[in-house]
């Protein structure tokens, strides 16, 4: 081992960090260097201490990455949701889909209730906690996906985007329900729920009961095949018919003086 200059040591540093792609090293081995000296650490734990800096950064990068591929319309955590505020959610039943057990089992989630009854922050919250633990996530509104769909038929790429869709470890799919599905709709999000049934999970919400979810997909029997997939060991949680947001809007205009 051949001593060197200072200088030549942290051209030396740059240069085999840049032809390794280590961005963080490279950027942060200096002064990691500077503080393991008036530290006195070991050469050891210097080097153990500049790749966990890049080991960490790399993960805070993928951990971005999978939030941005989640495609969530805003920032909600399951840790942020009033569980008081909907008694009809069994707590046991809100800790087991905070678990994410399900996610690892291939098992469904149905969250039903009401408009304003919370049921789309817990779709976001289990989306964004599933990105934290490793995981590819993806939300889609049930509209927005069967026009997806609908497009890539037209293009003759509906293939690969049901295999896309196959290949999130949980797909997030909100207002069903919201909108009738023509025949062709509810087909081709019949087969996305088939490519992924008992493999992979979804989790969905609806602001109608499974007795009504015949009005959204037309066909009976297709509207019986959907419920099967998605009740089957799924985590059901129903918000009930209190709206959250009516509530809060009724307070705030109390504490206002409004009538």
Known sequence: MTSMTEQAA???????ATALRLPTVRAEALKLADDAGRA?????????????????????????RRVAEARLPR????????LSAAPSINPATF??????????????????????????????????????AGKR??????????????????????????????RYELLCCDE???????????ELLFQVLTEREE??????????PFSEWGGTFGDPRLTAAVVDRLTYKAIILE?????????????????RGEH
């Open 10 to 16: 942290e051209a030396a540093i740059g240069a085999a």
């Open 40 to 64: 006195g650490l070991t050469h050891r734990a210097y080097l153990a201490e500049v790749l966990s800096a890049e080991v960490d950064e790399r993960e805070a990068r993928r951990r971005e």
């Open 75 to 82: 920032v909600k955590r399951l840790s942020d949701f009033d």
């Open 95 to 132: 800790a087991a889909a905070c678990s994410l057990s399900w996610v690892d089992a291939g098992q469904p989630l149905v969250a039903v209730g009401d408009p304003g009854t919370g049921k789309t922050h817990l779709l976001i919250g289990v989306a964004l906690a599933a990105t934290e």
């Open 137 to 166: 996530a993806r939300y889609v509104t049930c509209a927005g996906l069967v026009n997806e769909l609908a497009e890539a038929a037209d293009e003759r790429t509906l293939g690969r985007a049901v295999a896309r869709y196959g």
């Open 176 to 186: 069903l329900g919201y909108l009738k599905l023509d025949q062709r709709g509810a």
């Open 199 to 208: 493999r992979a999970s979804v989790a969905v919400a609806s602001n109608a």
């Open 239 to 255: 918000t009930g018919s209190s709206s959250y947001r009516l509530r809060q809007s009724r307070v705030a205009k109390a504490k």
